[in-house]
């Protein structure tokens, strides 16, 4: 009886390192597209978007976590960005809610000229460093084969307000109406196009 109970467990671990070395995954059972492609890079364009025009790239810590980063050009000069979103469902199409935050280097000092739309006067002014803190909700596709499309849409908040400094000219109320909508607080649009890489070990973390 010891033998048989000793040959019996022998079996089943012969047969369980087998199974593991024969595995394999059906077709019923498919791994979220975000735990199997985990880094991305895209074109990102926008309306007081995270960079203006610019580059961005996509990390996904899990699958329902994503860390997006990027630097572009924008009206306030050069951007430099970060951003954390949730992404509610582990599906190809799904969408997320996001927060991040968005800076821009200005003009460096250099004055910028505008014509005054009521006056016409030449209105000259120095755009300083702007920092924004942006909210955003969207969605995003990833495809199988690792096609990426995102939008969203929200809102970036100045955090440092009378960003820009008139430097010669006397602007209209309605030309000061114009810079602080360009420069100011506002209504954020945004839309990414690229490619999420798949991992060369298949998947990355657990189920």
């Not at 040959?7 to 089943?12: A, H, P, Q």
């Not at 087998?18 to 991305?40: C, D, H, Y």
């Not at 969605?139 to 960003?163: D, H, Q, R, W």
Request: include cysteine; aromatic fraction near 16%; charged fraction near 15%.
């Amino acid at each position: 009886m010891k033998h048989l109970i000793v040959s019996f467990f022998i079996c089943i671990l012969t047969f369980s390192l087998l199974s593991q070395e024969e595995i394999t995954f059906s077709e019923e059972f498919k791994l979220p597209v975000r735990l199997t492609r985990t880094f991305g890079v895209s074109g990102n364009v926008g309306l007081k978007s995270l960079t203006g025009l610019g580059i961005t790239i996509q990390y996904y810590v899990v699958p329902k976590i994503a860390i997006d980063a990027g630097v572009g050009i924008s009206n306030y000069g050069y951007n430099l960005a970060g951003r954390g979103r949730f992404i509610f469902t582990k599906t190809n199409f799904a969408p997320f809610a996001g927060a991040g935050f968005i800076y821009g280097t200005g003009s460096n000092g250099y004055p910028v000229t505008v014509s005054d739309t009521e006056t016409g006067e030449e209105i000259w002014y120095v755009l300083d460093p702007s920092r924004f803190v942006q909210i955003v909700g969207g969605a995003e596709y990833v495809a199988k084969k690792g096609f990426f499309l995102m939008f969203c849409v929200g809102i970036s908040i100045l955090t440092n307000p009378g960003n820009y400094e008139i430097v010669s000219g006397d602007p209209s109320e309605a030309m000061v109406n114009y810079l602080d909508f360009v420069y100011g607080t506002g209504f954020s649009t945004e839309v990414s196009i690229g490619y999420i890489f798949g991992n060369k070990k298949g998947y990355r973390g657990n189920f």
